[in-house]
């Protein structure tokens, strides 16, 4: 793998499934599956295969139906856990592992019960074991964003020596600052003896709205995988999103770090999953939000008419989005309107749309946003329709 290739991991069918009322069936997770290999997804956690029979069918047959990424099953340091999705896993081309323990004084007190050396022993004993199975095991130090990093250091060097490939750093409360999570990453990347021939990986949650930026300070200092969700999904207020992290290293060249993602059809996986977990996806979403490209601010409309770069940093085929939207209100100018009214037949003078606009105002101050019927109507009822439509 190139130093300047991020891998993309995507855990919509794990971690996003676990939002609740978020319930896919088999048929519904390999679509998913089938769409996300073809977005260029390189790893795809299809699920936690213990934890039900319904997980451990949807894990084997989506092993089966991917042709290019790896597919991942997610285990606890439980010896059953891992032969499971070890079993779930037989027909994957390329398998993966994941399994780990929690790592915070929090979780090692509270819901281990446990002290620090038992959970490095536990966590060597679960890769090692995980590790006959397949070649490819991902650690995850649950809780990493509160973990100490010296202590986090240990737990790390000791996967490694078990025969981790990847080091997963998972956020797992959305605490850190980006400042503080991407110094995690350096110190590992600097401290952890035998670090290069692993993979630091990740995995941000969005508690405190910071698992985009979290997750690009990551790979900044060092990082080569995100572990992301499509539109964000997952536990509480979600996890990093795919289609975010996708577009800020692409619109940011001098980063020199780079996805194998084909960013044209983010739009449309974004409405896949939207639809398939009848998860409503907020108008404002960066990237693939109803609203990511629709203007009805008449500064912005004028602006982006002219010359769309103006207020638009990513162009929307780059995402599969047709073209930009230039939404008529009541706070629209004169341009929005000729725009708008040429694009189904008029071609308005300057002294006719001073008329229509007056009109226009009077109409939009009535509705929240005019469409095309409504601009019809507002040119047939002018006094000046037959002289415009007779040009």
Do not use: W
Request: aromatic residues 6%.
């Amino acid at each position: 793998m190139s130093d300047s290739n991020i891998q993309i991991f995507d855990t919509t069918l794990r971690d996003g499934e676990q939002v609740p009322g978020c319930k896919l069936n088999t048929e519904q997770k390999v679509i998913i599956a089938k769409a996300l290999d073809n977005l260029g997804v390189d790893i795809i956690e299809a699920g936690f295969p213990v934890s039900s029979p319904g997980d451990f069918k949807s894990v084997q047959e989506i092993s089966k139906s991917v042709t290019n990424a790896t597919v991942c099953g997610l285990t606890r340091s439980v010896k059953n856990d891992i032969k499971v999705a070890a079993e779930a896993l037989e027909y994957a081309k390329k398998p993966r592992i994941h399994t780990g323990i929690g790592t915070s004084d929090s979780h090692i007190k509270h819901k281990f019960k446990s002290n620090r050396e038992d959970i490095i022993q536990r966590a060597y004993d679960a890769v090692k074991y995980a590790k006959s199975f397949v070649y490819d095991v991902e650690f995850y130090a649950e809780d990493a964003g509160r973990t100490d990093n010296e202590y986090l250091a240990r737990v790390c060097e000791t996967a490694i020596k078990a025969g981790a490939t990847v080091l997963n750093i998972p956020d797992t409360t959305g605490y850190c600052l980006p400042s503080e999570y991407g110094a995690k990453i350096k110190y590992l990347k600097e401290n952890v003896k035998g670090i290069e021939s692993a993979i630091l990986s990740c995995h941000c949650h969005n508690d405190l709205g910071l698992a985009t930026a979290n997750s690009i300070e990551g790979v900044i200092n060092g990082a080569r995988q995100i572990e992301c969700t499509i539109n964000g999904i997952g536990e509480r207020a979600g996890n990093t999103a795919l289609e975010e992290v996708v577009m800020i290293l692409k619109q940011h060249p001098y980063l020199n770090l780079n996805t194998n993602i084909e960013t044209s059809q983010l739009y449309g996986i974004s409405q896949l999953v939207s639809d398939s977990m009848g998860v409503y996806t907020q108008p404002n979403k960066a990237i693939v939000g109803a609203n990511a490209f629709a203007h009805s601010s008449g500064i912005h409309q004028d602006g982006v008419i002219k010359h769309r770069e103006t207020y638009e940093i990513i162009d929307p085929k780059d995402v599969g989005v047709t073209e930009s939207a230039i939404v008529l209100t009541a706070r629209s100018g004169r341009a929005a309107l000729a725009y708008r009214a040429k694009h189904i037949g008029y071609e308005l003078t300057k002294l006719q749309l001073d008329v229509i606009y007056s009109n226009f105002l009077k109409f939009a101050d009535r509705k929240k946003e005019i469409d095309n019927n409504d601009i019809h109507e507002i040119i047939e009822t002018s006094h000046i329709y037959k002289e415009i439509i007779s040009a």
